[in-house]
């Protein structure tokens, strides 16, 4: 695999994660408005929890291949 594809990979997943955190976050703020009879509490709350773990495995896919760049510049210099 390559790094920057990893990186990639890392990048996108926490953009897909800010992603779900946006909408389950949004849908618990209409809980108290007239079309918040139709939010389903405990789903947004398990969708804002796998968000922040969608977003946490992203984070440290982004610091491996980081770390792995800095390992190979280090063999190359």
């Known amino acids: 695999m390559r790094i920057d594809s990893a990186l990639n990979s890392g990048v996108q997943g926490f953009q897909r994660a800010e992603q779900i955190a946006d909408k389950a976050s949004s849908q618990i703020a209409r809980l108290n408005t007239p079309s918040g009879d ?6 947004e709350l398990v969708n804002l929890k796998s968000a922040e773990v969608q977003a946490g495995a992203s984070a440290k896919v982004i610091q491996t291949a980081s770390d792995m760049m800095g390992t190979l510049i280090d063999i190359r210099v």
């Open 38 to 43: 139709k939010v389903q509490l405990p789903e």
